[in-house]
Each structure stands twice: as C-alpha cells, then as structure tokens.
C-alpha cells in the first residue's frame, strides 16, 4: 500500500471482498479496537497513520504524531546507530524487522514492547535504491511480561544471597505492589497448628497485621483464612457484605480497605503453607494484571518457603540436639558468647554458667536399654527448660551433660538456682512402668570471677561438677583455683596411668589372710594393684584406680590384674606353694560388662586354674546399682564356680536381708570397725549382729585391717573365721610373701 494519501486506508478492494459487520463498517474503525500499536509510514519513513491503540499506548494522537519518523518519536536513545542501521538492512534485504524494544511514552514513561515492521511492495531484486516502500508497523505491549521478568530475577537474586524469608516477602510485596499501584500486597505463613502468621505485609496497616497474626484458618476467617483452609484462591469482591469477613470487616473496612483476593501457596507436596493475597481499596475482584501477577508470586513463594524449610530444617540438625531440642555445643557456645558480649556493654556484667551432669546415667543406659536413658535425658532436658528465664540459655553438650548461662546472675543467684535444679531433676521419673529416682550433679562458674570467656568458664563449670560427684555433702560445687590444680594433676595421672597401664608398669603386692583359730594358717592371699610413677613414687591404689574408673581405664587395667594375679598363683601352684586362693578386687565398673565371666573364665583358663581358686571381692557400691547387668554377672560368675566376697561391708548400703538372693560366700568387715572394736561400743555390738547373721546366712566373715593383739583377740572369742591386717602380714611382693609362708 502506498501511504501517499493522507487518509487512512478505506474499505473497498482491500478487504479482499470480506463483507465487515455493520458494527464494524470501516477497517479503520476495525484496526481502532485492536490492543496494539499500529502505525504507517511512507517512504522517507514519516508516519502518515496510527490506530487508536497507538495512542493509548504511547500518548500521541494522530495529528502529533503525522510526518515525525517513528525512531525519534518513540526510541529515544534506546537503539544504537549501529542498531538501527543493521534493522534498516534487514528491512532494505527482506522487507521485515521483527524484534523487542524499549520504547517512550508521551510522559517519559519506559514502555517494552514486541515489534513487527513490514514493508510494502517487499523489495525485489534489481529494484532502484531509495525505493524504500511503506512500512506498517505492529507494537505489542510486552511491559506486564518484562515486570514479571524483572520481579521474578530480583527475587531469585535475593534468595541465592540467602536473604531470610521475611525479607524476601516483603520484597515480592513491595515488587508486586510497584507493578500494580492499585493493590497492597502481603504473605502469611500457616504454623504448625494451622495459625496464620504475617511474614511480610509492608504496606498494611500495622494494626491490620495484629489482627491476622495468630488467627485460626477455617472455613469462614477471611480471605486468607478461608483460602488457607480450602486450599484454593477465595474472592472477596466486597468484605463489607461477604460472610468469610463477618469477623474482621469493621476494622478494615476503616483502614479503607474493601476487597481481598487470596491464595493459597502450596508447598512440594501440596500442602497449603501459606496465603498470598491482595487488598484493594475498592470493592472489586482481580484484574488480568492481577492474575497473572499472581501466578508468578505464588510460584517464587513456594521456593522461597521450601528454601527456608530446608534451611530450618538443615539448622535443626547442625545446631540441635535432635533427642531434646535444646541446643548443642555449638549453638550453645555461640548463643553465650553473644549473651557475654551484650552483658559486658551493661554497668553490672555478671553471669553464671552451671554444667548439669547426671548420675549413674550409664547405668540407666546399660541395664535398662537406650529407650529408658533417652527418655531420662528428654525428662531431665523438660526439667532444666521449665526453670529457665527470660535470656537463660540451656545447651546440652554430651550425653548426660547440660549447660545453662544465666546472664545477670551472681553467686547467690547461681546456688539458688542449682539447688533448684537438683531439686527437680531428682523428682521420681516414671518410664515404663519403671520408678528413676534421678540425681544430679552441678558445678557452677562465675563470670567474670572463674572465666571471662565460655571456653574457661565451661571448662572450670566442669571440673567443679566433678569435684560435686566426688564430695558427699552436697550436689553442687562453686569453682576454685585449687580445682583447676586438682583437674590438671588429674589429667596429667590419667595420662600416665593410661600409659603404665599399656606399658604393663604397674605390680601387685599380695596380703595373706589367715583363719581365725589358727592365724599361722592361712586361708587365703589378697593381690593389691600397686603403681611406682617415676616422679611422684607410690601412688595410693585408692586414687588411681578412681581414675581409672573416671577415665574408662577400668577395663584395661582389670585385664592386666586377672592376667598378672593368674600367672603367679599359677606360679605358686608349680612350685608346690599351699596357697588355697587368691582374692583380687574388681570395680563396680567391671560389672556393667557383659562379657567379664567370660574375661575371667579366659584368664584362669590361660594359666591353667580352676575357678575355686579365685575369690572375686566386690565392694558394696556394686550393689547400690543393682542393675540387670550387675546382678546377671554376679550370678554369671557363680554359675561358673568362682566365689564371691563382699568388700568394705558396713561402709555402704546394702542390708543383710538382700544379700542372701546374691551369691556371696564371704562378706568382709570393713577395717573402720575392727579398728573401732576397743573404743565404741556401737562398732562392737554392729561386729557382734554381723558376725552373727552371716553365720545363718553360711557366709564367711574376713576382718579387715587387724593391727592389734587386742582386736585378734576380740574377734576369736566371737568367732570370726578369717583375720587380715598388718598384725600378721602387711601387703607385701611375691618373693617375700614366700619368705612369709615358709617362717609359719
Ligand atoms: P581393699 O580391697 O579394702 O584393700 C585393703 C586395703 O587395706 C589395702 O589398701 C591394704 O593395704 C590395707 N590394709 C591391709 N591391712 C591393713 C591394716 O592392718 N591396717 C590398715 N590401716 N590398712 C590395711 P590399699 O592397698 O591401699 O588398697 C586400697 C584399695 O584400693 C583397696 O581396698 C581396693 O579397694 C583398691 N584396690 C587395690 N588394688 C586393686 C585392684 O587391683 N583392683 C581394684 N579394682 N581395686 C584395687
Ligand atoms: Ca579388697
Ligand atoms: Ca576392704
């Protein structure tokens, strides 16, 4: 067509012979209707037509735009000159351009928009240069897609930079709310018990966001409720009127707020956990624009929310205790150091740190199961939580280790408090059917007195909890310098104990114990463990083997005494030696291992022994667990033939009447009363009940610790069958046990 004339093209042979409707008469009305652009230039390029869409979207009408060259009317400077210079080559070559562009409207306005340009006749070969043709020029309106892009990779940009999810929110809404000026955005989250919670509603009114916050979902709780509830999108096109709004509509409706449109984000697996909605401020339901908008939100707040699960979730994991919730070392030690370093900005920095450890935990664990010592650690975690303040932090660090910092707590504070926990932690505990009478121990560490940083404040909470276990008189122990010495001396022993063990450094002394009618005869020889350290000469049995106990050493060091304690019976057996049997002493320890019969069985059998030929002393804490596996080895051993005798009887807490369903054939009297015999009379009358019901109970008595003529004397006449103590022999080394045996 050529676009000489200055009128717009009119029906007639251009139609084709298409008859239009009556509605329709002209094509120039027809192309009027049409959403795009469409404009027509002559030859030079200078536009002789536009539609009436090309006002609506550019701003210009016809009798403007006439005669301007569409490239200055609308580019700008959008397009390069090298730009335009390869579009017009494609259009001189093939007669089309078509492309995306950035276009101007009338008021500066950016537009994006798709182009069609079309030439008119097409060139032909061999046709005269400057013979451009007619252009007929198509402009979509791409502006709605481009904002959608625009939104879509700035919300993705702020994910990837891990930007946390209310942020993020509340940048979808303030995007979604440049696009579309016309609405007010915002995002809920469903919790766990189908409440809505804001997560971003920048441009609400404050006071509308409360009355949200927390609301139940269901079948009539507003727009967002409702949505929530259905799981599909819910129009409110007038809250004033509509029943899901009954509850709210006033206060709304005063904020100038009418109409709601919501819906539902689903996460992965569909399940609705959240709600995108918008408000408008007059009655009216979502537009094209809306729609669309909506689709793209939705689907960038499903990442975005499956993102934060996921970093919650990973979180959880890394940083919480997954058995009691309560944070780990980690998040513990990070959690109180920010605690400290905002306390330090105040006038009265102060801070307690209590290290919580339970009692006899393994025990629960071993004799009853994992269940049960789970069940312990979730009670005792419920416990310590319940006396927790605003600001308190609790962690656990092990398995039966708890820490709690109390910023702004002082000494008195502090013991206040861990008289509280204990208290609590030792109310019965029933699991299973099962009655715990839990205990615990605590040891407390003052900021900035014992530590002015969580590293030393935890590590001397520690060794004060440890000095707690070892004192009788209370569960609970301050930190002192002289703890720290007490915990590096004992370091430094566990590490040389550890390696003497190994390195077999360690030896036995043995102690004849002789009957009590004819004490030149003997009845039987107790092996006692001894260790000579290079630098601090003998060290008592009584706290080495303590840390043996505490430091797992226990087992090792049993192995080597069965083995050593064998070999020289064995030796004193080839040897024509009458020494009837050989006590050794076993920790309580040894008894929560289910393979100790089979360890012994193994060493006698190694040196060729029976099983009468040991007596296996245990001392009476053995009984104060009298846990499954305790009892089970006890009556393991006995099964096996070997005898057991019960040590330090009279020091502990197991009464006689228990002791006759155990399978003990000797009980020893503790040295304290043999040495008490003279001078108390309860210690006399106590010897006088014990010698007794042991003789119903066809036990043996030993009486420990006889020093004196006296006392060997005393306990003749009440007929105590076996006498051991420094009178008639101290402990002493083999070769002189020999010498001992042949001057009786
Ligand atoms: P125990 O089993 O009660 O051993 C008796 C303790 O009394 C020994 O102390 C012994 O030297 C001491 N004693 C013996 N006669 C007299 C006396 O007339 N007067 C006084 N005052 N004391 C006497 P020792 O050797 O220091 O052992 C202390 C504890 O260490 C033992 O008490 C035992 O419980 C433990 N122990 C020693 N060796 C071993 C071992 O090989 N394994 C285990 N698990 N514990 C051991
Ligand atoms: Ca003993
Ligand atoms: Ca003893």
Redesign the pocket.
Known sequence: MQAASQSPPAPGPATHGLTLPASLPSLTQALDVSDCAILISDEQRRIVYTNAGFERLFGYPLHEARGRRPRDLLLGKSFSPDALAHIDEQLARTGRYTGEALCYHRNGDPIWVSLVCNIHPPPQPGRPQGDAGCAVVTLTDLTPTKHHEALQSRVLEAMVSEVPLPQLMALVCAEVERIAPDVIASVLRVDGNGRLRVLAAPSLPPALGAAIEGRLIGPQAGSCGTSAFLGDPVTVTDIATDPLWQDYHPLFIHAGIRACWSSPIKNLAGQVVGTFAFYFREARGPSNLHLRLVEVCLHLCTLAMARDTEQNRIHQLAYYDTLTQLPNRTLFADFARRALASLRETRMPQAALLFVDLDRFKQVNDSQGHAAGDALLCETANRLRAHLGPGDIAGRLASDEFVLLLPGAGSDQAVAMAQRLLDSIAAPFVHQGLQHLPQASIGVALYPEDGTDIPSLLSHADQAMYAAKKQPSSRWCRFSPELGVQAQERMAMERDLREAIARRQLH??F?PQVLGRHTHRLHGV????RWNHPEWGAV???RF?AVAEDAGL?QA??HW?LDAACAQMARWRAAGLAVPQLA????AHNFHDPSLADQVGAALARHALQPRDLML?I?ESVMMDASAATTANLHALHARGMQLSL??FGTGYSSLSHLHRLPFSEL?LD?SFVQDLQNSDSATALTRSVLSIARSLDMKVVA????TREQCEWLQEHDCAVM????FC??VAAAQLEEWLAAQ
């Open positions: 036995l002394n102690q107790e092996a006692l463990a008592s049995p009584a083997i226990i060091l049993t005494l050794i002493n076993l920790s002393e001392t040590d330090d020893k040295q420990e610790g006889v020093e051991q103590g420094y009178l101290r402990p």
